[in-house]
């Protein structure tokens, strides 16, 4: 399989009113050994993709309707945020947290080209309450109490992006 459409758009009506539609190795086999893939990101209006990283590609998102509040956070936790609008592209380096956040009226589409045919993804959200990790420890790492940390872990206890 050489073609893979990425046409049309999921449906932005998860809890983040966003959706990914990626060509990854594992999706698309013949990027094996070809060092890229891309996604293509739909976001619907006040919708975002939560904060999270690719631990194994660079980032490049390119605009092509709509615009986006971005931004990333650094190794030294140095925050870089940008309005980036049709047409624009931005970089994100690889492994640091980020996120685009829709905050026009319009619908969003964004591609995304990863520096790795398999990228990886993190998000934070999943990463800390997705998951059977004692409520208990997590109230101690995230100083959060114990009836917000419930809030969240049933949120998201059984969301994946």
């Known amino acids: ?58 980032e490049i998102i390119l605009v092509a309707r709509g615009a986006v509040t971005a931004g990333l956070i650094s190794s030294d936790n140095a ?4 309005t980036v609008e049709e047409g624009d592209i931005m970089v994100f380096p690889q492994g640091l947290l980020r996120f685009p956040v829709n905050t026009g009226g319009t619908e969003v589409l964004i591609w995304v080209s990863f520096g790795s045919p398999s990228p990886g993804l993190q998000v934070l ?10 409520s208990d420890l997590l109230e101690k790492i995230t100083l959060l109490g114990d009836d917000e940390v419930q809030r969240l872990k049933g949120i998201l206890g059984e969301y994946c992006i």
């Open 1 to 58: 399989m050489l073609c893979l459409s990425l046409r049309e758009p999921e449906h932005t009506s998860s809890i983040f009113n966003a959706s990914i539609n990626s060509a990854s190795v594992h999706k698309f086999p013949v990027l094996n050994g070809l060092g890229v893939s891309v996604a293509r990101a739909d976001i619907a209006p006040g919708g975002v993709l939560p904060l999270h990283t690719h631990p194994g590609a660079t």
């Open 79 to 82: 925050v870089y945020v940008k």
């Open 125 to 134: 959200n999943t990463a800390l309450f997705g998951n059977n990790l004692d």
